[in-house]
């Protein structure tokens, strides 16, 4: 029986660039909009906090400028404060209050004439292979498209002695997160920073499943990479 291959580029990759703070009040949806609906500054002050960091990352997919990103996460806010008594339920309220941002962000977007629509999101221009070929064994080998001995993924976690390499980690994420195209790194933010679900970022986003995972696979592959040379290196140093 031949073994698996792994699969490691596919796994997620603990990404905590410029962190939100908290993924939001730790309530029932009823009962949050029930405070906002009365009017409490505070669960309204929570919320904002919360979410507004990731409603910049969502609206800057659509728009070329941070104060663009900054008006239309306000007017997304203001729009949420007017539209309240009318909020039905039907979702939750953070995909309610998402699609106000994205269809406010798709209309300036087009105005600007900057963006490419989130619902033309695809993987067409994803070409190419994920992981470099030459790390997987041949198809005459004994266990053909599995990875060779070079090629296979290695354990990164460090030990009490390397403990410095971390805040160099986070830099080298955050930098490596900030070179991915657009929309992978929006959907890894989302996914793994702050820590939406495959539906909630297909919904807020107008991607089909597969094309989301497509996204996810491809942006999570590069950052692996960045981290995978930086390792060797500092393996490298510590045994030489």
Known sequence: MQPE????SSAPVTVRPEMPGPRGPQVDDSELVDRLRRGDERAFAEVVSSWSPMMLRVARGHVSTDASCEEIVQETW?????GLGAFEGRSSLR???FRILTNLAKTRGVREARSVPMSSWGPADDTGPTVDPDRFRGADDQYPHNWTPVGA????QPGPEQSAVAAETRRLLRDALRELPDRQ???VTLRDVNGLTSDEVCSLLDLSAANQRVLLHRGRAKLRTVLEHYYYHVLEEVTS
């Open 78 to 82: 203001m729009a949420v404060v007017r």
């Open 95 to 97: 995909t309610w209050v």
């Open 153 to 156: 993924p290695s354990a990164w």
């Open 185 to 187: 790194r929006t959907v």
């Open 5 to 8: 291959a792994p699969a490691a």
